[in-house]
């Protein structure tokens, strides 16, 4: 059986940087290695979804994701991240680098905002900015 594919469309924009803190905590780097196969870059790509995509996004609920699974440290718990294997595809139709879209549960972000994770980063990697439009291919990590 095929895997479930979705194309989401947006422009880059500045997060709030609350991605770096998170991503340099042990409880989650393990996971994400142990799961992911990389140690992310500690920050994300966020991309705002034009109106379809934000429309095609919520079509997300039949996916299957990989768990990085909530965890408490001495005095705070972390919570679970919804991770689903993209590929990032330019305008021009070139697939670049394989990543991960990620839905943490507890989040600041509206449901325009799509965050992305890497072992490299992303903005410099290709040299994106504020506003660049990017297309990205979302997968389920598991058969329907």
Request: charged letters at 25%; one cysteine or more.
């Given at each position: 059986m095929t895997k479930t594919k979705l194309l989401l469309i947006g422009a880059v924009t500045t997060g709030m940087g609350d991605a770096k803190k998170?991503?340099?905590l042990t409880g989650y780097i393990d996971q994400f290695k142990s799961l992911l196969g990389y140690e992310p870059f500690p920050g994300t790509l966020n991309v705002t979804l034009n109106t379809h995509s934000?429309?095609?996004k919520s079509n997300m609920d039949h996916m299957v994701p990989i768990v990085i699974k909530s965890w408490t440290d001495t005095d705070k718990?972390?919570?679970s991240v919804?991770?689903?294997p993209a590929t990032i595809i330019k305008p021009k139709g070139e697939e670049v680098i394989p990543l991960h879209a990620i839905f943490p549960k507890r989040t600041h972000h509206g449901v325009e905002k799509l965050e992305l994770l890497s072992p490299v980063n992303l903005r410099k990697k290709l040299?994106?900015?504020d506003t660049d439009e990017l297309h990205i291919s979302i997968h389920s990590a598991g058969n329907e």
């Amino acid at each position: 059986m095929t895997k479930t594919k979705l194309l989401l469309i947006g422009a880059v924009t500045t997060g709030m940087g609350d991605a770096k803190k998170f991503l340099s905590l042990t409880g989650y780097i393990d996971q994400f290695k142990s799961l992911l196969g990389y140690e992310p870059f500690p920050g994300t790509l966020n991309v705002t979804l034009n109106t379809h995509s934000i429309e095609i996004k919520s079509n997300m609920d039949h996916m299957v994701p990989i768990v990085i699974k909530s965890w408490t440290d001495t005095d705070k718990t972390y919570g679970s991240v919804d991770c689903y294997p993209a590929t990032i595809i330019k305008p021009k139709g070139e697939e670049v680098i394989p990543l991960h879209a990620i839905f943490p549960k507890r989040t600041h972000h509206g449901v325009e905002k799509l965050e992305l994770l890497s072992p490299v980063n992303l903005r410099k990697k290709l040299s994106l900015k504020d506003t660049d439009e990017l297309h990205i291919s979302i997968h389920s990590a598991g058969n329907e």
